[in-house]
């Protein structure tokens, strides 16, 4: 199983600036590639951002431009930047892990999740 943990949401002005972390923990040597997720109120959960373990990334059309995911394998640990915010960016952004195909187990796992809000 893995562990993870959100930190460094908050309370931003529109334009500014932000800096997500995630630390994973447990079977980390299983994970195929971690990503981000958010979920606004009264809405379905969507796709932000993917880094694979070979370093390839993917981001949702309404981020790219804007947001930047990364890795520190030695901290075991995935960022996402978050820059020139919007009010819509306002969400409960939560990490996940995808495990690789002869992982037994659960197929992906999620963390508690961080509140970023964007507002005036």
């Known amino acids: 199983q893995v562990q993870l943990v959100e930190s460094g949401g908050g309370l931003v002005q529109p334009g500014g600036s932000l800096r997500l972390s995630c630390a994973a923990s447990g079977s980390i040597f299983r994970i195929y590639a971690m990503g981000w997720y958010r979920q606004a109120p009264g809405k379905q959960r969507e796709f932000v951002a993917a880094i694979q373990s070979g370093g390839s990334t993917n981001y949702a059309d309404s981020v790219k431009g804007r947001f930047t995911i990364s890795r520190d394998n030695a901290k075991n640990t995935v960022y996402l930047r978050l820059n020139s915010l919007k009010p819509e960016d306002t969400a409960v952004y939560y990490c996940?892990?995808?495990?690789?195909?002869?992982?037994?187990?659960?197929?992906?796992?999620w963390g508690q999740g961080t509140q970023v809000t964007v507002s005036s």
């Open positions: 996940n892990a995808e495990m690789d195909r002869d992982y037994v187990g659960q197929y992906a796992y």
